[in-house]
């Protein structure tokens, strides 16, 4: 090698092993995603996450890495995912889904986690209060597990007469009970006998679907959870074939054919979820992020289901929904 050829080789090297952007450049923050339903049926809401992230400054790839974790509907998988993240040491998590939410806190008290839920933040236990959470949680409630109750005065609008309708939950969801104890209260209220089913598994949904005209039911209203959100084709088309009236809060439910849905915006609140996790990448602190609440709650109709299953829709319900699918 000649000497010219060789010192320009050593410089090089020096320049490259002292140069201060390679020595000072930060290593890239990392989020975490944990949540118990699949990637193919969050698509969505994935999208409003990153759109949320975005807002705060950062782009995946660019500046920030997420690192996702999805039960595909197994619950009992969220423990070791999520213990996973916290040996990564991820900068946040974003613990989306009820069941997430609660693991994720069991998991770590001291990675910020930033939560999704349909239900009441504080009654299950994952902060003090909206206002100020306190410790290392902050997050989004859609608050699809209070407004739960208008979906009997809805079933009994929708279907005139009714005296029983049913109620599906998953008993693997932290909130099944709190959904069933509401439900059976404002059911009782307005004089309507409530049906629970339990179901956790694709197998199980077929059998309550089947079960739903054999204990009497005139509708069948759907609680909030994952599982249920994740197979929103399939709740879909058992509605058709069991000719059962279904009413739930997920509103690609409606879109894949299902009848009615009335709820928060699950995207809406995963937008605000990422803009939270940019908040706290830059440094702030959960504790002092009060929790956001869904403000929008929509009522979507499906003429074509209900053409299909030989419901008249009410025009008193046509006029008040935000969107009719004909």
Known sequence: MKRREFMALVGGAAVAA????????PAMQVVGFLNGASADGYVPMVLAFRQGLKQAGYVEGQNVAIEFRWADGHYDRLPAMAADLVRRQVSVIAATSTPANLIAKAATGTIPIVFTTAGDPVQLGLIASLNRPGGNVTGVTQLNVEVSPKRLELARELVPGVTIV?????????????????MQAAARVIG??????????????ENAFAKVRKLGAGVLVIGADAFFNDRNQLLAELSLRHAVPAIFHYPEFTAAGGLMSYGGSIKESYRTAGALAGRILKGARPADLPVQQSTTVEL???????????????????????????
């Open 166 to 182: 049913a109620l599906l939950v998953n008993p693997a969801n932290p909130s099944a009970e709190t959904i069933s104890q509401s």
């Open 18 to 25: 002292t140069s201060p952007v390679r020595a000072q450049q």
């Open 300 to 326: 979507i109709i499906n003429l074509k289901t209900a053409k299909a299953l030989g419901i008249t829709v009410p025009l008193s319900l046509l006029g008040r929904a935000d969107h009719v699918i004909e």
């Open 192 to 205: 309507l006998q409530l049906q629970v089913l339990h179901a956790s598994s694709e197998s199980e949904l």
